[in-house]
Structure formats: C-alpha cells, structure tokens
C-alpha cells in the first residue's frame, strides 16, 4: 500500500534553511576562503540529509526523492559542460597569446585612474552584443584581470566592474538565454520585457559606472609607468605578440553573436586556441615539450593545455601566476560545488519545502510593493538553495505568476522582477552556478568581489523603491485580467 504524502509545513520547511544558513555561516568563519573547496558541500549535503528525514517523515520514499536528485541536476549539466569547456579555452587562450596580447595592449591603452569604469563599460558593451556574461568574463574578463595586476590595482574592485559590465549586458542582450526565459515564464513580449528592464537596469549601471570612476581616480596604484612597460617588454620577450593572436576571440564572439549554441562555441573556440599556438607560439611549445621539436609532442604539448591548464615561465612571479592555469581540471572543484547545490536544491524543491516557504510568504504580501519585494527575495533565496539562476527565474516566476495576474499587474511587473533578482545575484553566492564560475575564471570569490559588483545589488534595490512608489508599475486592463483569469 502506498504511503499517503503529507504537506509541509512552514516550519518543517524552514528547518533546512536555517540549518544551511548557519553551517555555511560557520563554513565561512572557520575556512575563510577555502570554504568553496570543500567544507561549503558538506554543509550543501548535510542540509541535503536533513531535509530527506522531513521528507520520509512526510511519507516521500527513497526512490522519490533519489528521482528528484536527478531531475534537479540534469538542469545544471549544461552549465556543468560549458564550464569544462571554459576550463580548456582559458588554458589554450593563455598558450597560444591570445590572453597575454589582450593585457599587453589593454596595459598600453587603459588609464589607472579610468580603469574601472572603463572595465564595467567595455564588457557590458561585449555582453550586449554577444548575450552571454560568461563569455565576457572568460575573456574580456580574464584579460582586464591580468591588466589590473599589472597596475597594481585591487582584484576585487576589477571583478566587481567586470561581472557588473558583463551582467548588465547579458541582462539587456536579446540574446541572452536568461533574458528570453523571463518573459516566456511570465507570458509577455522580449522587446517589451527589455525596455521595461530599462528603469531599474539603466539607473543601476550609471550609478555603478560613476562609483567606478571615483574608485578608480582615488585608487592607488602602486606600478609605475617603467614596471608597465618591463611588464609589456616580459609578454613580448615569452609570446609572439600581435593582432592575429586575438583572431580566435573574434571568431568566438561573432558565433556567440550569431546564437550558435554555446557548449560547441566555447570548446571550438578553445580548439582554434590550441591550433594558434601550435602556429604563432612554436618556442613556447617546443618549450614546455621538454625541447622534443616533434609535432606529435607539440600535440601533447596542446592536449595537456585543454585538460590540465598551461605553467608559463616569464621571469616574473606575479605574471607567471597570472598567465599559469586553465584546463578543465580546474573547474573540478566548481563542478563539486554545483553538484552539492543542485542536490541541496532539489531535495527541497521534490519534497514542496520551496514551495511551502514561497506560500508562507505571500500570506504576508499584502500590498504590490511588498509582493514584488517577496519575489525579489525569493528569487534571491532560489538562488541561494538550488545553486541555478535558471531556477530562480522558474521557479518563483511558475508560483507567483498567478498572483500577478489576480492583482491586476501587467506581466512585464514579473518578468522584470525576476531578472532583477534571479539573474543578478546568481552571481553574488559562492556556491550558485554564477558564483562559482565566476571564482573559476576571474580568480575573486564573490565573498571579495560581491561588495563591488553595484550593479547586482544596485538593481534589485532600485526594484524596491519602484514597487513602493508605484513608479513604472504596470496594469493589465480590466478585461484582459479577466481574460487571463478565466483562461
């Protein structure tokens, strides 16, 4: 006989919650920033356990809720590739002088004072064009890393302005996968649902562009011009240095601008670096082939670069550290971490813990501002407990669509909503898809560069005001609400 399944409760649904809260809480306070390396997914599985005894006690079995595991992580497998493949292009990228000619020009071009704002500009600018934030920051993004190094400026501030400019861009891109999700979840139109986003996302990026000016003309950097050029004058001596290195960007962005899909992008991309080193850098690979001048050596050479990463000898520690890395053995670590999230994630989500919680929520919604400002928070909470901003786009946008349309409020009211929150603070939890990547490639945990990202918490906190005030939110007509009710 099957066990009847009983509903959560508020308070069965909380505990989980607080449980993560405060081992990750205490994850942080004992490891630092060693906490994503390991004692972060203890905490993700130990919630994970405890979470599956409320479950039993509910009447779940193993086999539901082991389903559930699996349906929740096949969301996440596309990322999980994609970040594989990132691993290899930055390790094909740094061998073959595409990531070393983009700092040797970015240090000659890029004022100190300008080099934040410039950072956040130049990469929402590439992010709108192409749709993607982790494109941008795997390569525009590494490259502005190296530069700020060279200047002496602080890493943290540098990816608080990349990821800002790149999600700016991303959330603004129709090309964008997160961009088209949110309004598809909500039922509106794409243009419509992107100028709509123009009211919170506009004020947000001047905001974070001028913050980003008066950190950049009041930093200190401590490079003078001669160490820039013995900077430069280092790339030049260990890489052939020139335009043609950067013909694999290019061809990466014009097929990621043409929605060619992404994981066969990104590892064409990271192919075409290895065939240009091979071409431009045959020293460099004779090098580290041990002086063995045989193509088949070289190929190893190329081979070792895309699984395990590439170990450059400049004569400066600082620029070896920089130029040295890469591989998909590089992202195993964020792939554990995801893993654990999206595990964590989907226990909650099969047992209806999430959804418990999001009910327990709109009891409390009594006015529009407060019901937007719940979505915020719930969209910000999915991201914190499923690891995925495709999640936190669905999931409050599947449970709290129906409210919208009982209130009486256009769905652009919703589609923005989600996008305000779910895509931007993805990117501000160490363990979230976003978080990790974004740690993976720009070598700053969010825990350091989430204070500067203003873009990401500028956006959602501007949504507030808004939904308070009443400004730029929108009514359905009567009759359309009816329409929509009785559909």
Request: with cysteine.
């Amino acid at each position: 006989m099957t066990q009847q399944i009983k509903q959560p409760t508020l308070f069965q649904a909380l505990i989980p919650l607080v449980a993560l809260v405060i081992m990750l809480a205490s994850s942080v306070y004992f490891f630092g920033e060693d906490s994503s390396y390991g004692p972060n997914q203890i905490a993700l599985w130990i919630a994970a356990g405890i979470a599956c005894i409320i479950g039993f006690k509910n009447g779940f079995s193993w086999e539901q809720i082991e389903k559930g595991i699996q349906e929740g992580i096949s969301v996440a497998l596309g990322a999980m590739l994609i970040i594989l493949a990132v691993g290899s292009l930055i390790g094909t990228w740094l061998l073959s002088g595409t990531v070393p000619t983009l700092i040797y020009y970015g240090l000659e071009l890029l004022n100190p004072g300008l080099f934040y704002a410039a950072s956040c500009i130049i990469c929402g600018i590439i992010a709108l064009s192409i749709g993607s934030s982790w494109t941008t920051a795997a390569t525009i993004g590494v490259a502005l890393m190296g530069v700020a190094s060279g200047m002496g400026l602080d890493p943290a501030i540098a990816a608080g302005a990349i990821v800002s400019g790149s999600y700016f861009g991303d959330k603004m891109s129709p090309l964008s996968d997160t961009t088209n999700l949110a309004p598809a979840v909500s039922g509106t139109e794409l243009f419509a649902h992107i100028r709509y986003m123009g009211y919170t996302a506009g004020p947000a990026f001047i905001i974070s562009v001028t913050i980003f000016l008066f950190l950049g003309l009041n930093a200190d950097s401590s490079v003078s011009l001669e160490k820039l050029n013995q900077m430069q004058s280092l790339l030049d001596n260990t890489f052939n240095v020139g335009w043609a290195m950067l013909v694999p960007l290019g061809v990466l962005l014009f097929l990621a601008a043409t929605r060619k899909p992404a994981l066969p992008t990104v590892f064409f991309g990271a192919l075409l670096g290895g065939v240009w080193a091979l071409i431009f850098q045959p020293d460099m690979v004779q090098q580290m082939a041990g002086g063995n001048d045989t193509f088949l050596a070289h190929l190893k050479v190329i081979w070792l670069a895309m699984s395990d990463g590439t170990t450059v000898s400049t004569g400066s520690t600082n620029l070896d550290s920089l130029l040295s890395g890469g591989g998909m053995s590089s992202m195993l670590n964020t792939l554990w971490l995801i893993l654990s999230a999206m595990t964590f994630g989907a226990v909650m989500e099969k047992l209806g813990l999430l959804k418990r919680f999001i009910q327990g929520m709109l009891k409390s919604a009594k006015s529009v501002g407060s019901l937007i400002t719940g979505t915020l928070f719930t969209c910000f909470g999915a991201n914190v407990l499923t690891a995925d901003q495709y999640m936190a786009i669905v999931l409050p946008g599947r449970m709290f669509k129906e409210e919208y349309q009982r209130r009486g409020l256009d769905p652009r009211v919703l589609s923005r909503t989600l996008e305000d929150s779910g895509t931007l603070t993805s990117a501000l939890i160490p363990w979230n898809t976003c978080g990790a990547y974004m740690f993976s490639v720009l070598a700053v945990s969010p825990l350091d560069y989430g204070i500067y990202a203003f873009f990401n918490y500028l956006t959602p906190l501007i949504a507030i005001v808004l939904a308070y005030t009443g400004w730029t939110i929108l009514r359905r007509e009567p009759e359309m609400t009816e329409n929509t009710q009785t559909s």
